[in-house]
């Protein structure tokens, strides 16, 4: 069964430094998704890509961040300068190979962001 | 999005039926029931969803309320595997599909 694979599965960065956290989508899939979770907390939406551009993205998803789908097949979550309360797993999901309403989501298994 | 009530936490015995509650008293006719969960250490992970029929599939079957205000996930004979963090969603149609976790309900498979 296809599968959306994150790399890499554990980063460690020095506060105020850059990073990039890699996805790669379910490969006929039209919708992506970024997602975090902190430890003890609920997982949390943070924005959604269509079409190259963001649809949504919420309140946690400031300038610091951005995305991109540089080629066919990856898809990026950049935090330009981490804060220590960037610490958190990323997860990466994808959904839908038509326009088909309420399809899955499928997830990956997610990065683990450590800031120092 | 309407909301959604879990219980915080349940135990099951290994090889017996598990009935996961969830009440959403102020489900709109549009929205869509979905289950997802969170195996330890994995992303979340689909499992069912439906409207207003009684669902079905390899992983779980989800029973709804006639009157739609409260649904129940039921996975049939519950495996160590079962061990996870169970979501009760709901979702919009025709709306954009981000999903909103609640804090779901823990399960715990006992031996």
């Known amino acids: 069964e296809p599968e959306v694979t994150q790399t890499p599965s554990h980063q460690v960065t020095q506060m105020g430094q850059e990073v990039i956290l890699r996805c790669v989508p379910i490969?006929?899939?039209?919708?992506f998704y970024w997602y975090r979770q902190i430890l003890g907390q609920k997982v949390e939406f943070l924005v959604s890509f269509y079409n190259n551009e963001i649809s949504e993205k919420s309140e946690i998803f400031d300038d610091q961040f951005s995305v991109e789908r540089p080629d066919g097949s990856n898809f990026t979550l950049k935090i330009r300068s981490t804060k220590l309360e960037d610490s958190a797993m990323y997860f990466c999901?994808?959904?839908?190979?038509?326009?088909?309403?309420?399809?899955?989501?499928?997830f990956g298994d997610g990065t683990r962001l450590s800031i120092l | 999005d309407a909301k959604t009530t879990q219980p915080n936490s349940m135990e099951s015995n290994e090889e017996e039926p598990v009935h996961l509650p969830c009440n959403h008293s102020t489900i709109s006719g549009t929205d869509y029931i979905h289950w997802y969960r969170q195996l330890p250490s994995q992303g979340p992970e689909y499992v069912i969803h439906g409207l207003t029929s009684n669902v079905n599939n390899r992983m779980a079957s989800l029973a709804i309320a006639e009157d739609r205000k409260s649904s129940t996930l039921i996975l049939h004979r519950a495996t160590l595997r079962d061990a996870a963090v169970y979501y009760c969603?709901?979702?919009?149609?025709?709306?954009?599909?981000?999903?909103?976790f609640g804090k779901g309900t823990r399960l715990h498979i006992l031996p």
């Open positions: 999901a994808s959904r839908g190979d038509s326009l088909t309403l309420n399809q899955p989501q499928h």
């Open positions: 969603i709901l979702m919009l149609l025709m709306r954009d599909d981000k999903i909103i």
């Open positions: 490969s006929n899939h039209l919708y």
